[in-house]
Nanobody, 127 residues
Framework: QVRLVESGGGSVQAGGSLRLSCVPS????????LAWFRQAPGKEREGVAG???????IYADSVKGRFTISKENALNSLYLQMESLKPEDTGMYYC?????????????????????WGQGTQVTVSS
């Protein structure tokens, strides 16, 4: 079990910024890798950003150049800095964990690769 707690969501206008945080707790696993996903109303959950098995950051095409993923090793926390937000970035943002290591780049943004999910934090971008 890995309990993931997301925070940092909110409502902003287009062009604004937000920083999301994912803090794991109550983990029975010593090794796992985290990533960010999002789900807009009426749409499937999609990968946003993650870290692959080589340590590289992987981004969805729709967020490249605007979003930056980072991690804090001491807490094994993951962050998502979102800049130049657009209305189409609106959705529930989820943190997910894969056991025990990061996935190959091909699978980093696939929901099926992840074992545990947080409850999500809402991001709303108005035009």
């Amino acid at each position: 079990q890995v309990r993931l707690v997301e925070s940092g969501g909110g409502s902003v206008q287009a062009g604004g910024s937000l920083r999301l945080s994912c803090v794991p707790s109550d983990s029975t696993y010593h090794s796992y890798c985290l990533a960010w996903f999002r789900q807009a109303p009426g749409k499937e959950r999609e990968g946003v950003a993650g870290i692959d098995s080589s340590g590289r950051a992987i981004y969805a095409d729709s967020v490249k150049g605007r979003f930056t993923i980072s991690k804090e090793n001491a807490l094994n926390s993951l962050y998502l800095q979102m800049e130049s937000l657009k209305p189409e970035d609106t959705g529930m943002y989820y943190c997910a964990a894969i056991i025990p290591t990061c996935a190959h780049a091909t699978y980093v943004l696939r929901t099926s690769a992840y074992n545990f999910w947080g409850q999500g934090t809402q991001v709303t971008v108005s035009s």
